[in-house]
């Protein structure tokens, strides 16, 4: 989505429906020395996703500047705070624009490739999983594009084109698979309705040429995952005629044969009259809605669902994952009260379903919090602003805190693991008195199992500073997995102890964590809450 700020609120161009995944291989030493996960473990490490949205693909007549479209420089504080969050992914929309030089050469300037290669590293740097692409050159309405598939001369597309990818893929080329190319975002000739010819054609082409470029630039790159979308990263138009999966010839040997490397990117915003729609007719979605008249007619529950499985039914089941790189829904408050209700019950059956079909996904942030907005996070103090939605996803997506990255030799100019995030906390200091604390419970249960989203408030006067939170579990329940916190033991009475980055509880302040459980029948929430031994209302 190209979503930028204006004086008069938020304008952006209507993107269409969304689905996504991937498959991955964990470059080890080099190229040649892979160990793959499947896909449905790939999707499991990439967790859930955010968007750092409307920051380095903005531009001002046709140049990019991360600040034109009205958010702050981007900092490695910010990239923490989303970490902290739970998101183990966050893709990066680019812009390159007016800073590719003339031809033949089309060099990209280099004080933006290297700023691009800062922001990536704020992520990659954490254990992150990160996505770079190619976003704003593809927009016939953003000054100086040039990605265009019904332009009249696609030589000089093409040839820009590759030379501009060979350029990027060369630059994080030492990176491990943690790193992800997109070959472009939702190009298309500008027109809302069915694919035209030759457009879509040249969109393939432009895949093609990604693909090849970046694989002959060697190293990790031959084995890397990449990301390719369809006609205006629209589903219909993906699994429909027209889309052509590109050949990979040029990928490490050591790949198996039946084993892919390629990735399918699907944007999804229906209904758009309720997602991102700017006016306060449509501000319920899903079975929730208590208003028929403030729901849509259409996009609920049952055409999330078969529009994402067709998806799985066309790709995953082939071997080529899928990502939803963008979804998400904007801010109507001002016109419901309740509407944050429904745009978290949006958000936690998009991701649910995704992961049912095996897919990843990305939640589209445009960094504008307040009406017509679709930010989660204040970019400007790195703290959140929607923890309702961000609770929903965590508890969809059952996971949150990344794994460690993979035991590769970073690249030079990767920030050193010695620079600590902003909010590691000092030495242990236990809270005084009682009532400092307060806690509460998010329990999604199925037939055998269950996420539990843990939220844990300081509310007493002084800073909480490293944590232990002890409880007891249900009779039946044994948890499986966890995020944000270290469980001991799994079952029984378990203490939940602080991470690095979440350990500091300002007066006010909160947290959240969480786990995955079994369970026999009995999906209650746990009790008897204590924080470093301090009973938690």
Known sequence: ??????????????????????????????????????????????????????????????????????????????????????????????????????????????????????????????????????????????????LICDAADQTTVKDKYQKVWQQVATTFQGYNDHLIFESMNENFDGQYGNPTQPCYSNINAYNQIFVDTVRRTGGNNASRWLLTPGWNTNIDHTVGSGFVLPTDQYRSSSIPAS?????????????????????????????????????????????????????????????????????????????????????ADYARTLVATAKKYGAA??????????QHGFGLFNRSSATVTQQGIIDAIMGAVGGGQPTTPPATTPPATTPPATTPPATTPPATTPPAGNGTCRVSNAVNAWNSGLTNTVTITNTGTAAVNGWSLVFTLAAGQTIVSGWNAGYAPTSGTVTASNVSYNGTLAPGASTSIGYQANHTGNAAAPSGFRLNGVACS
Do not use: C
């Open 1 to 146: 989505m190209k979503s930028r700020l204006r004086k008069a609120g938020l304008a952006f161009l209507a993107a269409s429906m969304a689905f996504a995944g991937t498959v991955y291989g964990v470059t080890r030493a080099s190229a040649d020395v892979v160990a793959t996960l499947n896909a449905s473990q790939l999707v499991a490490d990439m967790g859930a996703g955010w968007n750092l949205g409307n920051s380095l693909e903005a531009s001002n007549n046709g140049v990019p500047s991360e600040t034109a479209w009205g958010n702050p420089v981007v900092t490695q504080a910010l990239i923490d705070r989303v970490r902290a969050s739970g998101f183990k992914t966050i893709r990066i929309p680019v812009s390159y624009l007016g800073n590719i030089g003339a031809g033949p050469n089309y060099t990209v300037n280099a004080a933006w490739l290297a700023r691009i290669k800062e922001v990536v590293d704020y992520a990659h740097g954490r254990g992150l999983y990160v996505l770079i692409n190619m976003h704003g050159d593809g927009y016939k309405t953003v000054t100086g594009s040039w």
């Open 361 to 370: 996904t990305a939640y589209w942030d445009n960094g504008w919090n307040g």
């Open 259 to 343: 084993e892919q490397r390629i990735m399918i990117s699907v944007h999804y915003y229906d209904p758009w009259d309720f997602a991102g729609q700017e006016d306060g007719t449509i501000t319920q979605w899903g079975a929730g809605a208590t208003n028929p008249a403030k729901k849509s007619t259409w996009g609920q529950e049952d055409f999330m669902d078969g529009q994402l499985k067709k998806m799985y039914d066309k790709f995953v089941t082939r071997g080529y994952p899928v990502f939803v790189g963008e979804y998400g829904s904007i801010d109507k408050t001002t016109y419901d009260s309740a509407n944050n209700r429904y745009r």
